[in-house]
């Protein structure tokens, strides 16, 4: 699968404070994004894009809004350097909650496998047949499979408990789609599975090494035509989830991308959150220029 060219150089975002945790406004990030843009450092949406639309639209990942419909656009990045002293990632925009669409299928995995964990087991061929096509190919249907066997929210969130996450509720019934979280909660997340271990680093309570080498596996593998996203960033290797949901009351698109990017050797978590995009194009386009602009400043360059 092609690697995404690197960031661009030069680029900074303001940030209202300096450390291990900077946040500069979302209409900032959201001003450098579409600079970016501008600029024709973005990759536009895939044209396959188009015919996954209805299939991720589809089932749990539809429902009625968690909140009226906005009439702008929002955005937030975080990043944090997995190679670097920072426990904390930096994140830039505002840190409030957005619909996760798919990206909620790498939290229902790692429910999955803790639970199977937990009862001294590994998961059965029936269990596999679901998680990877769910993650690979954004399978829906798969997902619903799995929400009901982890036991949708509650199981959800008492393994999100386990492994640091604060910020993230479940969606109700068999909206997985419609789960709540923010971009810090996402890199917790994928702390989880890229580090080596949940919030401690040292494992206890969290996934195991086998099990966070499958979910980093899949993830890596993830079907070409949704190669976009954090990829944009990378240099040298990615792996990913994204996730795009039309919501049917407004028509706006929630679009997000999670995962593990490395540049100049260093592996940086990042997660891009957004919605009120007017077309799903649009909203893969501000993902992926938040991702530059994000990783740039992050990384000094």
Partial sequence: MPNRPRPPQ??????????????????????????????????????????????????????????????????????????????EPTVYGDDVTYDTASIIKVDILATLLLQAQDAGRHLTAKERAHAE??????????????????????????????????????????????????????????????????????????LNQESRTYVRTLMADVASEQAWGVSAAAGSGWALKNGWLQRSTSGLWDVNSVGRIVVDGHRYLVAVLSDGSTSMKDGVALVEGAARAALTSASGQ
């Fill in 133 to 206: 096509p769910m993650i690979r190919r954004s399978d829906n249907a798969a997902a619903n499979a799995l929400w009901r066997e982890i036991g949708r929210a509650p199981g959800l969130e008492a393994a999100n408990k386990r492994l640091g996450l604060t910020e993230t509720k479940g969606g109700s019934g068999t909206r997985w789609g419609l789960t709540r979280t923010t971009a810090s909660d996402q890199i917790r997340l994928l702390r989880a599975v890229f580090g080596t271990g949940g919030t401690s680093d040292a494992g206890a309570g969290g």
């Fill in 10 to 87: 030069h680029v900074e975002i303001p940030a209202r404070h300096r450390g291990r945790r900077a946040f500069a406004g979302a209409g900032v990030l959201l001003a450098l994004a579409t600079a970016l843009l501008a600029g024709g450092t973005a990759h536009a949406a895939p044209a396959t894009a188009a015919v996954d639309r209805a299939t991720e639209q589809s089932g749990a990942d539809t429902g009625p809004p968690a909140a009226e419909p906005r009439d702008r656009t929002r955005v937030t990045a975080a990043v944090l350097d997995l190679d670097g002293t920072g426990r």
